[in-house]
């Protein structure tokens, strides 16, 4: 392997190590993988270039043409000019989609889900950062430099991240750093034959000097400034970027101004965390409530509404935030003629959940709460400002009860063309596999009401779906098609599909997340955990307004218009709740026998007996799963401590035989106690020459380490009888006893400051003799092997004229 072909593969891994530091602000670990394998084929294409000897500005002009090609195959092929030629929609496509990325950023909370945009983003920064790290270690032999895009990549992971990207992603980073810089002195000695200011590495030869320390030279200079400028980047970039606000970025969001009118939505989508919350092992306790709802199967919690399907995934819109009125304006399409029932329910948020969107039965009338917050009229939600969160919130709110007949949904009106044509925008890369299913479902309805009741039973029942938190998360195109075709999911695949199979039937349609109603318990309150995490479709009829209906089988309840032949229940009048006791729902969702097993150890399949019951059969993590963490993490913990560790051996193996039997056994000992000693002076700063005699060097080791008394003593015997072996006709009884190298060692410990010691412990400089070993024994393999070969060609042409005599 050529030495740039060395240096190109450090710079991967390098890079690489650094972008480990940006898997914790993203849910799912899978877009690694995919950046790995285009930064692998940008390399190598870098390695090829290099081996043609093209031009340095060719090189990179090639690096740059594939990235972007691979970029366009990965992100947009649909789009592309044979899948592979980035056109003017590609480029449209990918900018679009890095617009989006910019938008999630500042949504969502860490970790972040993997849309399209954000995946873009991470990629093509990954691979943006190995492209200036292969120009600059690699195309123009400059590695110490390249550290600089490596800590610009920790960086922006690290301001990112909640209390830092942690120390272990740091000395990941770091040993990808000092890989390739130790990759670069491979081939600077290759070349030249000198490293670190003339450091020999000829096995047999003798370091017996040790080079002056007045002059420091340009490499120095250079990592002083580039320790310069990279400590800066650090104090700077974690102090700017928390000061950024919302999403990723400030971790509670929020609408910014205050006063009257003013702001825009930027909060935490909770969708993020939904599957992760499904998925909990212990139904731990977000919220607690009182109601006097006669109906308390129907009561959720609705926290916003997500309305815009980009192909990609389902946001909320960005609107226009005001100031909580003292009572709520009447919703959207609600006509007079509708049934509806005020009701008052006291909520009471734990101090564990943190949420800027305030969950709310749905359609609030009045909310008391105290706090910074402001409503967003179009969804009727609460958002919070300037940082204020759920946490520990108590509040009351009165609500509607709406509760419309089957026909007065069946006779809707049409609803007005502006919202008709903002609900049910659907994008172009919606699969047409989605409209035919939703024509096919629906075919014979006479009306929009009885064609979403068809789409809800289809989903709940007839449709053959299977409800399993397990399956990948998904909001986009993709996603959907992949639902329709497999058929199993949870709710998030279920609503989203029926929402945007309703759009395409021409019906307004949304998706509300929040939870549903929660476990009763014995003292008439009710307990809302993790597992009541929901997602459902809220579709427009005009005249009754947002509809809700529920499409995932075994979830929540299914709303009684929606039933047939269901007699509608009069709620008797309710009394207000004081603040002391309300009056309890009358029971909980039962699970039914037919509820499968794995769903009921999930607690899926209605509300939980109690909160945070876990079935006995869960094994909790895996034998296996746990072995492959432990051996990783001490795998992690070990790298940095290889060039100690190697250290220690090869002082051990120098001074660990007493005795020998033979001259050439004494002349040996003193020869491996020299170079313990040289070692030694390395390790504290003073690199070896093998222009100076042992006498020499000795004698600047005792004056550049401050060497007196018994080291200076010490290091002057084992010089002498290094001369004796080294130009003695006959060394005679030569000897280099292990307590003078322990002595000169602990001279220069003694002499050396605080960083020196721990530099000389930690990251023996010394320890590069590891390397040039081993590339060494490479190095001669490869020759035995060449030999062998000729060997076997030369004997296959002597053997070839007698074939043919005989």
């Given at each position: 392997m050529s030495g740039r072909t060395r240096l190109a593969l450090c710079g991967f891994v390098a890079t690489m190590t650094a972008a480990g530091a940006l898997l914790p602000l993203v849910e799912t670990s899978t877009w690694v993988l995919r950046a790995a394998f285009l930064l692998a084929v940008q390399t190598g294409v870098g390695v090829l270039a290099r081996r043609m000897r093209a031009a340095r500005?060719?090189?990179?002009?090639?690096?740059?043409?594939?990235?972007?090609?691979?970029?366009?195959?990965?992100?947009?092929?649909?789009?592309?000019?044979?899948?592979?030629?980035?056109?003017?929609?590609?480029?449209?496509?990918?900018?679009?989609?890095?617009?989006?990325?910019?938008?999630?950023?500042?949504?969502?909370?860490?970790?972040?889900?993997?849309?399209?945009?954000?995946?873009?983003?991470?990629?093509?920064?990954?691979?943006?950062?190995?492209?200036?790290?292969?120009?600059?270690?690699?195309?123009?032999?400059?590695?110490?430099?390249?550290?600089?895009?490596?800590?610009?990549?920790?960086?922006?992971?690290?301001?990112?991240?909640?209390?830092?990207?942690?120390?272990?992603?740091?000395?990941?980073?770091?040993?990808?750093?000092?890989?390739?810089?130790?990759?670069?002195?491979?081939?600077?000695?290759?070349?030249?034959?000198?490293?670190?200011?003339?450091?020999?590495?000829?096995?047999?030869?003798?370091?017996?000097?040790l080079e002056g320390s007045g002059r420091a030279s340009a490499s120095v200079r250079t990592g002083r400034r580039i320790g310069a400028v990279a400590l800066g980047i650090a104090v700077a970039v974690p102090a700017a970027l928390p000061a950024l606000d919302g999403g990723l970025l400030g971790g509670t969001g929020g609408g910014s101004g205050r006063g009257s009118g003013g702001g825009t939505i930027s909060a935490v989508n909770p969708l993020v965390s939904l599957q992760n919350n499904l998925n909990q092992p212990e139904n731990r306790e977000v919220l607690t409530y009182r109601t006097n709802s006669a109906n308390p199967q129907d009561f959720y919690l609705r926290i916003l509404a997500l309305d815009q399907f980009d192909g990609s995934e389902w946001r909320p819109s960005t609107r226009r935030l005001k100031d909580v009125p003292d009572r709520l304006p009447e919703p959207a399409g609600l006509g007079g003629d509708?049934?509806?029932?005020?009701?008052?329910?006291?909520?009471?948020?734990?101090?564990?959940?943190?949420?800027?969107?305030?969950?709310?039965?749905?359609?609030?009338?009045?909310?008391?709460v105290e706090g910074r917050w402001r409503y967003e009229p179009e969804g009727r939600t609460l958002v919070g400002d300037d940082g204020q969160t759920t946490r520990g919130a108590r509040y009351e709110v009165s609500s509607l009860v709406v509760e419309p007949t089957a026909e007065q949904l069946a006779g809707a009106m049409a609803p007005?063309?502006?919202?008709?044509?903002?609900?049910?925008?659907?994008?172009?890369?919606?699969?047409?596999?989605?409209?035919?299913?939703?024509?096919?479902?629906?075919?014979?309805?006479?009306?929009?009401?009885?064609?979403?009741?068809?789409?809800?039973?289809?989903?709940?029942?007839?449709?053959?779906?299977?409800?399993?938190?397990?399956?990948?998360?998904?909001?986009?195109?993709?996603?959907?098609?992949?639902?329709?075709?497999?058929?199993?999911?949870?709710?998030?695949?279920?609503?989203?599909?029926m929402a945007a199979m309703a759009r395409t039937l021409g019906i307004p349609a949304r998706v509300a997340v929040g939870f549903t109603p929660g476990t009763v318990q014995a003292d008439g309150s009710v307990s809302v955990g993790l597992r009541d995490a929901h997602a459902w479709p809220e579709l427009y009829f005009e005249g009754v307004g947002w509809t809700r209906f529920e499409p995932t089988p075994s979830r929540g309840s299914t709303p009684s218009y929606t039933r047939p032949d269901t007699p509608s229940q009069d709620p008797s009048d309710p009394a207000l709740p004081t603040d002391g006791a309300s009056a309890a729902p009358t029971a909980a969702p039962s699970v039914t026998e037919s509820c499968p097993a794995q769903m009921?150890?999930?607690?899926?399949?209605?509300?939980?007996?109690?909160?945070?019951?876990?079935?006995?059969?869960?094994?909790?993590?895996?034998?296996?799963?746990?072995?492959?963490?432990?051996?990783?993490?001490?795998?992690?913990?070990?790298?940095?401590l290889l060039p100690m560790l190697c250290r220690i051996r090869a002082r051990n193996r120098r001074l660990g035989s007493s005795g020998g039997r033979t001259p050439a056994d004494a002349a040996a000992r003193v020869m491996a106690a020299w170079r313990e000693i040289t070692d030694s002076a390395w390790d504290h700063g003073f690199p070896p020459d093998d222009s100076q005699t042992p006498r020499k060097a000795a004698a600047r080791v005792v004056r550049l380490g401050g060497l007196q008394g018994t080291a200076s003593a010490a290091i002057h015997r084992v010089a002498g009888a290094v001369e004796r072996v080294l130009y003695a006709p006959e060394p005679g009884a030569a000897s280099a006893p292990a307590e003078d190298v322990r002595a000169v060692r602990a001279g220069l410990w003694a002499s050396a400051g605080r960083w020196g010691k721990l530099r000389a412990t930690l990251a023996p400089r010394s320890a590069v003799r590891v390397i040039w070993a081993f590339s060494e024994r490479r190095a001669d393999l490869g020759r035995r092997w060449s030999a062998r070969a000729g060997r076997e060609r030369w004997a296959a042409r002597l053997r070839r004229p007698s074939r043919q005599q005989g």
């Open positions: 500005v060719l090189t990179v002009s090639l690096q740059v043409l594939v990235t972007l090609l691979t970029l366009t195959v990965a992100f947009a092929a649909e789009h592309a000019l044979f899948g592979v030629l980035p056109g003017p929609q590609a480029v449209q496509h990918l900018a679009d989609l890095l617009t989006a990325g910019a938008d999630d950023v500042g949504r969502y909370a860490i970790p972040a889900p993997a849309t399209d945009g954000i995946r873009l983003m991470l990629i093509g920064g990954v691979l943006l950062i190995g492209l200036a790290v292969d120009v600059l270690a690699v195309t123009f032999r400059a590695a110490a430099p390249a550290g600089l895009p490596l800590l610009a990549l920790y960086s922006v992971a690290a301001g990112l991240s909640d209390g830092g990207a942690g120390w272990l992603w740091f000395l990941l980073a770091a040993c990808g750093y000092l890989l390739l810089l130790l990759a670069e002195g491979r081939d600077r000695l290759s070349r030249w034959g000198r490293v670190f200011g003339g450091v020999s590495r000829t096995s047999g030869g003798l370091a017996a000097g509708v049934s509806v029932t005020e009701i008052r329910t006291n909520i009471s948020a734990s101090r564990s959940y943190q949420q800027t969107y305030l969950p709310l039965p749905y359609p609030a009338s009045e909310v008391g007005p063309s502006g919202l008709a044509r903002e609900y049910t925008r659907v994008p172009p890369s919606l699969p047409d596999v989605v409209e035919k299913t939703a024509d096919r479902v629906t075919e014979g309805a006479s009306d929009d009401y009885e064609r979403a009741v068809k789409l809800q039973d289809w989903f709940a029942s007839e449709g053959g779906f299977r409800y399993d938190t397990t399956v990948t998360s998904g909001t986009g195109t993709a996603a959907i098609e992949r639902f329709l075709k497999d058929k199993e999911g949870f709710c998030v695949h279920f609503s989203f599909t009921r150890r999930q607690g899926e399949c209605g509300a939980s007996a109690a909160p945070g019951a876990v079935d006995s059969t869960d094994q909790g993590t895996p034998t296996g799963t746990l072995v492959l963490w432990v051996l990783g993490s001490l795998l992690v913990v070990a790298l940095p």
